[in-house]
C-alpha cells in the first residue's frame, strides 16, 4: 500500500551567510583528528573533527577554514568538493550542512534539517553526499535530501524506511538511472530516477537485505560492503558475495576511475578494475594508527588518520608517508591553560564533573611559542596522565603541570625534568597505590609553589623556594573521612597579604594563611556565608583586592577579604543588576568554569554552557557576551580561560577547540 507520508515531514529550506572573524581572533585548532577527505581541483580537502585544510598537490600549500571563517564549530561527519561548481560541502553530527566556496572564502549555512523538530535529534546526522548532474544526494540518519548545487537550494526528501518512516541510509550510488541506497537494518534500497514519484517509499525497491556500512559506484558497477564486512557486487540483477573480506569495521569506502579504496580502523585496501587489491596498508606503525578515510589521487594514497593528520603513500609501495597537517596543537579538547608573553601552554586531561579522573588519560603537552606550536608526546611525559593544571616559575621559568592521578611534572626548555609524587616529595597518595591528585598550583611573592593534594588530611602544601616541602591540614573546614567529605580542590589564587583562597568541590570557599606560623583556615559555604552553592570552581582576584567566586550555581563577590578570618559575620555578595528596571542577580544559576581578570580590571567569566561573559569592573555592565551564535567560539562550553599581559589576548579553552 502507497503512503505519502513526506506530506508530514515538509521542511522549507533555508540558508545564511556566515560571519568571517578574522580581523580580531585567531583560531588555534588540531588538525590531526581526520573524519574525511575529498578532491579538488590539484588539491585535496580534509575535515578534522570541526575544521577544514586544503592541501595543494602541486604548490603543497596548506590553508584552512576555521570557525573564524564562518564554520559552525560542530563535528564534521562527511565531506564532498564538487569540482563542477567549485564548491565544498560539509555535513555535521547534527544536521547542519555548511557550503564553502574556495574562491570568495565565503560560507552557507543551510539549518533546515538541524533546525526541524519532526526529526529527532539523534537522527539528523549527514552521512554522504553523492553528486550526479547538479543534484548532491545528502544520505541522512532519516533518508535522503535532494540539493541542487547550482541553485543552492534542496529538492525533495526521501524517507525510504517501512511505510514511509524514517530510516539511516549510510551512503547512495548512482549507476545510470538507478540510485542505490546503503541503510542500517531495511538492506540496499533501489529506485529509478526518472521516476517523478520517489517520494513514495513504495518506489524503493529493496534488492537485498541487512545492514550495509557503505556503498559506491566503481567501473560502472555497485559495490557494496556489508556490516559482517563482506564485499557484494551488483551484477545487474542482484548483489552477489565477490570473496572479499575486511578484518575491521568500515570506515571508508571511496572510488575513483582507476580504484576503489577500503579504509578499516586498521587496514587500508586499494582495488584496481579488476578487483585485485592493488596496495594494502596494514600493521602501521604497530596497529597505534587509526584509518578513517583513503583515496587515491594520481600516484599517491592520500590516508587520514584519527591520531596523525593526513598521511600521503606513493603507490603502490605504501611504505614510509609524507605527514600532512596545519600547526596547531595535539587534540581539540584543551582543558587547561597558561598564557604567558608570547607563547601559550596547554594540557588536556580530563575528569568527570565531581572530579573522577578514571578512565585515566594518557595525552601529551602542547606549546605555542612565537606563533608556532611544539608538541610534547605523553611517552615523554615520564606516565604522568590526567594534566589538570598549569603554572610558570615567575623566578627561573620553568612550567609546573599537574597531573590529577600521578603528581606534579616540572619542564624546562619543553623537556621534563622532574615529576614530583609520594616518593620523592611532600606529596601525598590517598591509597597504597599512588593516586596523587594535583590540581591548581600557584607561586607567592616569595617564590614558594602553593599546591593542592585532594582527598587528604594535609591537603595544602608548599615547595619552598629553597627545596623543602611542607604541608598543612585541613581538618578544621573538613571533617573525617577526607577520602569522601572533599573530593577535589579547584582553582586557587593567591592574595597580597598571602592568603590562599581555594575552591572546593564540597567545602566551599578555604581561605588560609600562615599567618607568621600560626596558620589561620576557614571557610565560607552555602549555610553561613550566601554562597550559592558549596561547589567553588573558580576563584580570582581583582585590582581592588575583590574576591570573585564562581560556583556550580551562581556568582558571588567577596568585598572585605581582609577581614576574613576576624569578621565573625563575613558574607560573600551577589552582584546586583537592573535589567528592564527590574533587579536581577548576574549569573543567576550559571555554572561557571572560570574567572580571570584583565588590566582594566574587566571579568572575563567562562561557563559550563553559555559561553563567555565579558563584565565591567563592577560587574553592572555585560561588556561582551561570546557564544558559539555571534563568534568564532567552536562550544559554549568553556574550560579555561588565560590572558596574555603583554599582548592582551584572550586565550578560551573549549570542549572542541581553542581560540
Known amino acids: 500500500m502507497k503512503r505519502f507520508i513526506p506530506v508530514l515531514f515538509l521542511v522549507i529550506f533555508s540558508a545564511t551567510s556566515a560571519q568571517n572573524f ?31 585544510f586544503s592541501y595543494n598537490l602541486l604548490t603543497k600549500e596548506i590553508k584552512t577554514v576555521t570557525t573564524i571563517d564562518g564554520l559552525q564549530g560542530e563535528i564534521i561527519s562527511t565531506m564532498h568538493f564538487s569540482k563542477d561548481f567549485n564548491k565544498l560541502m560539509i555535513g555535521y553530527t547534527n544536521g547542519l550542512i555548511e557550503i564553502f566556496d574556495p574562491v570568495t572564502r565565503d560560507v552557507r549555512k543551510v539549518v533546515d534539517i538541524l533546525n526541524k523538530q519532526v526529526i529527532p535529534p539523534n537522527q539528523k546526522r549527514v552521512n554522504h553526499f553523492n553528486e550526479t548532474g547538479n543534484i548532491i544526494y545528502v544520505a541522512c540518519q532519516f533518508g535522503i535530501v535532494e540539493y541542487n548545487i547550482e541553485r543552492l537550494e534542496f529538492g525533495d526528501t526521501f524517507f525510504i524506511g517501512t511505510a514511509g518512516g524514517l530510516l539511516n541510509v549510510t551512503q547512495t550510488a548512482v549507476v545510470g538511472n538507478q540510485i542505490f541506497a546503503a541503510t542500517a537494518g531495511q538492506g540496499i534500497k533501489v529506485a529509478d530516477l526518472t521516476d517523478p514519484n520517489l517520494i513514495d517509499s513504495a518506489k524503493w525497491i529493496t534488492r537485498i537485505s541487512g545492514t550495509w556500512n557503505g556503498i559506491v559506484a566503481f567501473n560502472n558497477t555497485v559495490y557494496a560492503v556489508r556490516s559482517n564486512r563482506q564485499l ?82 606513493d603507490l603502490p609501495n605504501v611504505t614510509t608517508p609524507e605527514f600532512i597537517a596545519p600547526d596547531g596543537p595535539i587534540r581539540n579538547d584543551s582543558f587547561a591553560i597558561r598564557a604567558a608573553p608570547e607563547e601559550l601552554w596547554v594540557v588536556f586531561g580530563q575528569y568527570t ?52 592521578h600521578d603528581g606534579l611534572l616540572v619542564l624546562e626548555d619543553n623537556q621534563v625534568v622532574e615529576l614530583f609524587n609520594n616518593t620523592n616529595s611532600g606529596l601525598e597518595s590517598l591509597s597504597a597505590a ?33 627545596g623543602q616541602w611542607q604541608s598543612f591540614s585541613v581538618r578544621n573546614v573538613i571533617s573525617e573521612p577526607f577520602l569522601n567529605t572533599e573530593l577535589a580542590f579547584a582553582k586557587m589564587v593567591i592574595g597580597r597579604d598571602g592568603t590562599k583562597w581555594i575552591g572546593s568541590i564540597s567545602n566551599g570557599l578555604i581561605g588560609f594563611n600562615e599567618n607568621n606560623g600560626t596558620p589561620q583556615i576557614k571557610k565560607l559555604t552555602e549555610e553561613e556565608g550566601n554562597m550559592p552553592n558549596n561547589s567553588v570552581q573558580a576563584v580570582a582576584l581583582d585590582n581592588r583586592n575583590q574576591l570573585w567566586i564562581g560556583t556550580r550555581r551562581g556568582l558571588r563577590v567577596l568585598f572585605n577579604t581582609g577581614g576574613f578570618f576576624t569578621d565573625p559575620n563575613v558574607q560573600a555578595e551577589a552582584v546586583i543588576i537592573l535589567e528592564n528596571g527590574v533587579p536581577q542577580e548576574l549569573l543567576f544559576e550559571q555554572f561557571i568554569t572560570d574567572i580571570e581578570v584583565d588590566g582594566s580590571n574587566n571579568k572575563w567569566i567562562g561557563t559550563v554552557d553559555s559561553g563567555v561573559f565579558m563584565l565591567s569592573p563592577d560587574g553592572q555592565r555585560t561588556l561582551q557576551r561570546f557564544t558559539q551564535d555571534n563568534s568564532p567560539l567552536p562550544s559554549n562550553v568553556i574550560n579555561d580561560i588565560s590572558i596574555d599581559e603583554q599582548t592582551g589576548r584572550v586565550y578560551f579553552a573549549t570542549q572542541r577547540g581553542l581560540v
Open 22 to 52: 578574522s580581523d580580531r581572533w585567531l583560531g588555534h585548532f588540531s588538525y590531526l583528528n581526520v573524519s574525511d577527505i575529498s578532491e579538488g581541483e590539484n588539491e585535496i580537502y580534509v575535515s578534522a573533527e570541526n575544521a577544514v
Open 434 to 466: 599512588p593516586d596523587i591528585r594535583i590540581h591548581d598550583t600557584k607561586f607567592d611573592s616569595n617564590g614558594d609553589l602553593w599546591v593542592t593534594n585532594s582527598r587528604i588530611e594535609r591537603a595544602i602544601k608548599v615547595l619552598r623556594s629553597n
Open 232 to 313: 557484494w557486487r551488483f551484477n545487474g540483477t542482484a548483489f552477489v558475495n565477490t570473496g572479499f573480506v575486511h578484518p575491521q569495521t568500515l570506515n571508508d569506502l571511496k572510488a575513483n576511475d582507476q580504484f576503489m579504496t577500503i579504509s578499516t580502523t586498521r587496514d587500508v585496501f586499494v582495488l584496481n578494475t579488476g578487483g585485485a587489491v592493488q596496495a594494502q596498508i596494514s600493521n602501521f606503525e604497530n596497529n597505534t594508527v587509526t584509518f578513517k578515510a583513503g583515496q587515491v589521487i594520481g600516484n599517491s594514497l592520500f590516508v587520514g588518520s584519527a591520531e596523525k593528520g593526513l598521511m600521503k603513500f
Open 353 to 404: 564533573t565531581f572530579f573522577n579522573p578514571f578512565p585515566l588519560d594518557s595525552r601529551g603537552i602542547s606549546h605555542l611559542q612565537k606563533g608556532e606550536w611544539l608538541n610534547i608526546p605523553f611517552s615523554e611525559l615520564r606516565n604522568a596522565r590526567d594534566l589538570s593544571s598549569i603554572n610558570i616559575s615567575p623566578i627561573d621559568g620553568k612550567v609546573y603541570i599537574s597531573s590529577f
